[in-house]
């Protein structure tokens, strides 16, 4: 299994600031997602990552950005956030095991942007 | 065209009765997987269980089991004796083994169980 961390659990933030989302994980895993949830609804795919300098843009369009320099971070950024921003952010890696790859999450982070 | 359709939006089960989730999926890849997450309201996704295409038995995971029916592209999830504790969202996925993006996953619109004393 993986241990996913996510920082910052939660975030209360004015429009136009610029923030990043933190996930990291230290099993070494490739494959790595981030996904963008409205309350009680859906998961969207906004980012994907299969390793270092390989990151590619999911199903639903973001303004967010992405980067791999590292196989363990997969950092999400938001240049200049704005209250359409607003939803919880879960960020994904995918365990090989006798499941074939099998996807655990780490506890996502709450945004909010006023 | 959904994936993965879960039709129930909402379900409300009896504390230490059984419920069925609904699932079915769409997919023309002979090789995929079938994953159940919980989310309680803390808000993080916890890995219940999983189906492979090719396994020749539904799977089960303690309380809970999987009952896979191929043919008609179902894959519910069955909770036996709930507890108060089952309350959540919980969300039917599935990976499919081939294509450009292996090992992503697409996720229904969830289930919200309600557990009642």
């Known amino acids: 299994e993986a241990d996913i961390y996510q920082t910052p659990r939660y975030l209360v933030i004015g429009t136009g600031k610029k923030i990043t989302l933190e996930c990291s994980q230290t099993?070494?895993?490739?494959?790595m997602y981030w996904y963008q949830q409205d309350p009680g609804m859906e998961l969207h795919l906004i980012h994907y990552?299969?390793?270092?300098?390989?990151?590619e843009k999911g199903d639903l369009s973001s303004e967010s950005t992405v980067s791999r320099i590292r196989t363990e971070h997969f950092p999400l950024t938001l240049e200049s956030a704005r209250p359409s921003h607003t939803s919880q952010y879960l960020c994904?890696?995918?365990?090989?095991?006798?499941?074939?790859?099998?996807?655990?999450f780490g506890p996502g982070t709450r945004l909010t942007v006023l | 065209a959904q994936k993965i359709t879960q039709t129930q939006p909402g379900m409300f089960v009896q504390e230490k009765e059984a419920v069925t989730l609904d699932c079915t999926y769409d997919?023309?890849?002979?090789?995929?997987?079938l994953f159940w997450y919980k989310q309680p309201s803390s808000g993080e996704m916890i890995f219940l269980i999983y189906?492979?295409?090719?396994?020749?038995q539904n799977a089960t995971e303690g309380r809970y089991s999987l009952n896979f029916q191929k043919a008609r592209k179902s894959a519910n999830l069955v909770i036996s004796a709930s507890q108060l504790g089952d309350s959540a969202m919980y969300f039917c996925?599935?990976?499919?083994?081939?294509?450009?993006?292996?090992?992503?996953?697409?996720f229904g619109r969830g289930t919200q169980l309600t557990v009642w004393p």
């Open positions: 994904a890696s995918n365990f090989l095991g006798a499941r074939g790859d099998t996807q655990y």
């Open positions: 099993m070494g895993h490739d494959k």
């Open positions: 990552s299969y390793g270092v300098n390989s990151t």
């Open positions: 997919t023309s890849d002979p090789s995929y997987g």
């Open positions: 189906q492979g295409s090719y396994d020749q």
């Open positions: 996925a599935m990976r499919e083994n081939r294509g450009s993006t292996l090992g992503r996953l697409y």
